[in-house]
């Protein structure tokens, strides 16, 4: 699913924001959404992030490579409300061998205010949880990822 | 975990209902319990018969039968609150060797009035979603499910 | 929000199907969507209804009409897996001054094969949960909805 | 709710731990509880916290105070999977006049391993959002979280 040779720069090539409209069901009896959905928003910009760059998870779990999450953690600054759209930038802060941090900014999408931010970190894994070394064991998927890391 | 001699007759047995307290999270803006999770609670509830019948649904899944929905019916009748408890009557309505229909009545257990009643229809499928023949390929936990049928 | 002269003749508008691809905590162990989720779904899907009829929710919630739901049925078919994108078609079924009721097709978005259909009924009520006679109290709002009933 | 004559000295108390079940639809495909519902557990055992101190959060909601969410930390150490029950140990960390600090340590019931820790900030606040100083306002149940602070 990686091949090298269709690896696109990083120059050419802008990841766009993830965002969508607030679900009915994402609020609380507060009349804001519960904060447990910014974790949920959190893996649906994570995912279309590994999608833009050319590692649908999908594929990726088919290929035996399972990205649990090792740890969590989120500010929230202003509430959101039914109504409102939210708009996420992600980031692939760090990248080793086995593990990687991804920092995200959530946007309200018409105000452009900051409305939280965190920070997820996950390794590499196969499906009996055993740690996945991945310069070794998939290196087109690394490169790829190597490819969209911040500096 | 279905020997034939430990089925408790259902002379000797009453199942209790399943209930608890009211998640915070299990509210929406309109401040009462979202609907949808009404249909989770049905789930705890099944769940929780099936185990107190001694037919836990992590080892029939362990043994390789899954337990799909194929249907959900559920009627709304007051609304709960965060506070509020419920406690459900779960029963085991119809059985086949392929299917079977479970009712609940949902109620508040402080006031004992009625909230909600439903109707799940399910079936037995492997894991490959195959459909199982219970009577034929499971004989004790078809037995024990037949022994808790409601007449 | 619902002034006369706006009304969009049925002849002139479609409503589009609402859809989107399905998020990987929507999954269960058993590998397939939660069927409970099926039912937001149908939430969000009556929701973008409502909106592309000029009758946003969070509006309605605004001038103090409630939408809580009586009943759900769902059957389900074919299961979804992480990597497919749903499509709902929703229609406007039964309205009467008090009461109206909404059906749902699911479709895989790829393949077009239906994974289930289901049926909701609501009521309209004030935000003390009093119903609220919609052709009197609303008549603007009522004149829409009745705009975009199937026949 | 709070009256000064009925505070249980920290020595006669024990704050139990909050504990149940893992429930089926809390699964994702991994086979492992997905990790967004750690969050809400810490809900859970917060507001069970909040109830065996007396102060149960749905009379504080009725009293207009409101707690909203600052911050989610999370580790995530080892996995839980349908079948297992989880205990969670919470403590108030910190208090001040406008905010406080709770931990979580949520293990494994059965084998009293730790599978995950936690930490969330929070402000006091009405129904508006605006900010609420504890101590002048409330200050029967600011006493009352004091006393139940961690030294």
Redesign the interface.
Known sequence: MTERHDIIPIDSMDILPYG?AI???E??????V????Y??WM??AR?DFLNQIGL???KM?EEGI?V?????????KL?F???DTFSINCKLEKLSGIKFTVSYEIYNAETRLLHADGITEHCFVTKK?VPVRMPREYPEIYQRLLTFKEH
Not at 27 to 32: A, E, H
Not at 34 to 37: A, D, I, L, R, T
């Open positions: 969508r679900f009915y069901y609020t609380d009896q507060m009349g804001i519960h904060h447990s959905n974790i949920r893996e649906e995912l649908p998870y999908d779990e399972l649990p999450v090792l740890s969590v953690n989120t500010q929230y509430a409300h039914y109504g949880m």
